[in-house]
């Protein structure tokens, strides 16, 4: 999503056009479609835990993971979370970004989940680098939402 959204700015698009309009693309909705594929995420986990790769089966599970709480907080921007196996939607009538679909209680969710968890790693994490990564995320994940309030709202 960085990507695509990267691409578009640089090309100099408005964030209208870049969320209403390329955003639906049916090539960038492919190369979406390809990180949140349970398919793909699952052929490419059994390969990592076959190969002994521990960060990568880590990394996979983790997309997997994501794309299962993903699944239901989509409406008409849903992914085809079994693609290539199906062009398959589930268009949830929750949405994880528009207020009208419940997604400021979703986004205020997501947030208290994410300072709990950020506190809990915090915590938990035996290293200070480790700790300070946490801290790290935490701080550019709270800049992205101060920057959607700014620039979206």
């Known amino acids: ?10 090309r100099g698009v408005a964030e209208s056009v870049i969320w209403g309009e390329r955003y639906f693309d049916a090539g960038w909705q ?4 390809l990180f949140n594929s349970l398919p793909l995420i699952g052929l490419g986990a059994v390969v990592a835990w076959r190969l002994g790769t521990a960060r990568w089966l880590a990394l996979l599970l ?8 993903d699944l239901p ?19 949830s ?12 209680f979703v986004s205020l969710a ?11 790693l915090w915590r938990r994490l035996p290293r200070a680098g480790h700790r300070w990564l946490v ?17 979206w709202m």
């Open 1 to 10: 999503m960085f990507l695509f959204y990267a691409i578009e700015k640089a």
């Open 30 to 33: 492919t190369f979406f479609d």
């Open 62 to 69: 983790s997309m997997g993971l994501h794309c299962l709480f």
């Open 73 to 91: 907080l989509h409406r008409d921007d849903a992914h085809r979370h079994f693609f290539p196996l199906s062009d398959w939607r589930f268009e």
């Open 93 to 104: 009538p929750v949405s994880y970004w528009d207020p009208s679909s419940g997604g400021y």
């Open 110 to 120: 997501e947030i208290a989940l994410v300072l709990v968890g950020s506190v809990v």
């Open 135 to 151: 801290a790290g995320v935490a701080v550019l994940y709270a800049l992205y939402f101060l920057y959607v309030a700014a620039v």
